[in-house]
């Protein structure tokens, strides 16, 4: 099925430790977007890319980085996990515009002991 | 301070009635409303928009309208199915006003609708 792969799906970490989240589009979709959902807080924009070569931050960017490797590609490092980044973690891309809303995998759910 | 505010956490309809979600906005800037439907262990998916040129926006029994000078949205569902149950999310975007082109959304805490049968 067409759509965004999220990988891995569910991931335990100790405090300190690193990982990357991949996340890959077969739509040909410009513009990828990661976010974060907690409990009570709906989903806040990590960083976005709005085309193959950019990225830029979003709400709340402190501890992640990310890389834009290719069109369909876009991954989220945590470089020293943090218990407060336990979260879910969500992938999205879109066509560029606005109508046709955003495409969303289904999550990584991340836990930092 | 929060741009998107989706006030009920959560709402109980019963099947074949209306479900009504709401959703405020304080962003002048915003003109392009979405609405997204989750279900537990899945990635939201997209549901019905708006434009703010239009009040009103109809899919199914989906429609969703726009009050711009209250910055007020609802989705409406009429007749509600059990399957309707699950968390929506309203979004909005500053699409033609956003850096780089990039239409990112800003949404809301999200409301439980559930459907009783």
């Known amino acids: 099925n067409a759509g965004v792969t999220q990988t891995p799906k569910f991931q335990v970490l100790k405090t300190g430790q690193s990982m990357t989240l991949q996340c890959a589009q077969d739509?040909?979709?410009?513009?990828m977007y990661w976010y974060r959902q907690d409990p009570g807080m709906g989903l806040r924009l990590i960083y976005y890319s709005a085309s193959e070569g950019t990225t830029d931050k979003g709400e709340v960017p402190n501890g992640y980085n990310v890389s834009r490797l290719n069109k369909r590609e876009f991954s989220l490092r945590l470089e020293s996990a943090a218990p407060s980044q336990t979260s879910v973690y969500f992938c999205a891309s879109s066509i560029r515009r606005a109508n046709y809303g955003y495409t969303f995998g289904s999550g990584t759910r991340l836990t930092v002991v | 301070d929060q741009q998107v505010k989706q006030n009920s956490p959560s709402l109980s309809v019963q099947e074949g009635r209306i479900s009504i979600l709401n959703c405020d906005y304080t962003n002048s800037m915003f003109d392009y409303f979405l609405w997204y439907k989750k279900y537990p262990a899945e990635g939201p998916t997209f549901l019905i928009s708006i434009s703010s040129i239009k009040d009103k926006n109809e899919d199914g029994r989906f429609t969703v309208f726009l009050n711009k000078s209250a910055k007020h949205l609802s989705l409406h569902i009429v007749p509600s199915q059990p399957g309707d149950s699950a968390v929506y999310f309203c979004a909005a975007s500053a699409g033609a006003h956003s850096g780089a082109g990039s239409y990112q959304l800003t949404f809301g805490k999200g409301t439980k609708l559930s459907v009783i049968p």
């Open positions: 739509m040909n979709h410009n513009s």
